[in-house]
């Protein structure tokens, strides 16, 4: 978006160079604005916005912002590239980190409006169990949402032997929740359980990247994460754990003010529990 308005800036008339400007030094805002809030910090209309997006790409005003986020997504992993470097001036390395993880979390809430979150809370407050499946790194991710929810009370199952896993798709009904996590949508330990677990009737919520893929294709609710595999350096992908554990606790958080009546006794509890384990 931004490059072809670069390239056509010198066809425009003057009202469209001032939506151009506005776009170019403010394109991170825009992604966070209405039309109708862009028209009035512009000075100008909502349907000139409407016309000059229209004009540039053939695209509505939201699809327009999608594209920009996107664009950003991508520009902002690259720079990531940078960390190896930072290597020469470590005393930036600490600041450089927390803003790319800042960037990081920014990017999941402009994939996944709040409505999803709300649906995937939704499925995890109605189910009687709920099921994990991931496998390497993705594991981590499993483990800790599995250990979050375990602590409110939700019966949770998973096992980190994918042949487990297998095992365990074979005893998922209706009423259960599958959450299943693969950042290519494409790894065979976590589609065979998940596929079967479908065929029982539970409900599928997946994490996976933003292109198109089989893991995606199977969930009811699909949080996304962004296509980093443009990246300059492969150290980016570091990013998608930081993007992931936000999402868990999103979920977490705000499954538990549904069913935590008193978030004090539940803590209290499993403190009393770990603590009998060090008693002699």
Known sequence: MLHKIRNQYTQFSRSEKIIADYFL??????????????????GTSSSSISRFVRKINDKSFAETKVDLAKNSMQENYKQSSEIISLADEFELLPSKLLSLINQ???????????SL????????????VVYFFGVGASSLIATDLQQKLIRIGKKCIYHHDSNFGVLNSTTTTSRDV?????????????????????????????FTNE???????MG?????????????????????????????????????????????????????L???????
């Open 220 to 272: 009811d609710v699909k949080l996304l994460i962004p296509d980093r595999e443009k990246a300059e350096s492969r150290i980016s992908t570091m990013f998608s754990r930081y993007e992931q554990l936000y999402i868990i606790d999103i979920l977490f958080l705000g499954l538990s003010k549904r069913i935590v009546k008193s978030p004090e006794k539940v803590i209290n509890d499993y403190h009393t």
């Open 104 to 114: 990081s979390c920014n990017d999941i809430a402009l994939l996944n409006p709040i």
């Open 274 to 280: 770990l603590k009998q384990l060090k008693e002699k």
């Open 211 to 217: 292109s198109s893929n089989p893991l995606m294709k």
């Open 178 to 206: 599958v959450v299943a996590i693969s950042y290519t949508g494409h790894t065979r330990e976590v589609l065979i359980p998940v596929r079967r677990s479908k065929e029982n009737g539970a409900k599928i919520i997946t």
């Open 25 to 42: 030094k403010n394109s991170q805002e825009v992604i966070n604005l209405s039309i109708h809030d862009l028209a009035a910090k512009i």
């Open 117 to 128: 979150f709300t649906e995937a809370i939704d499925l995890l407050e109605n189910a009687d």
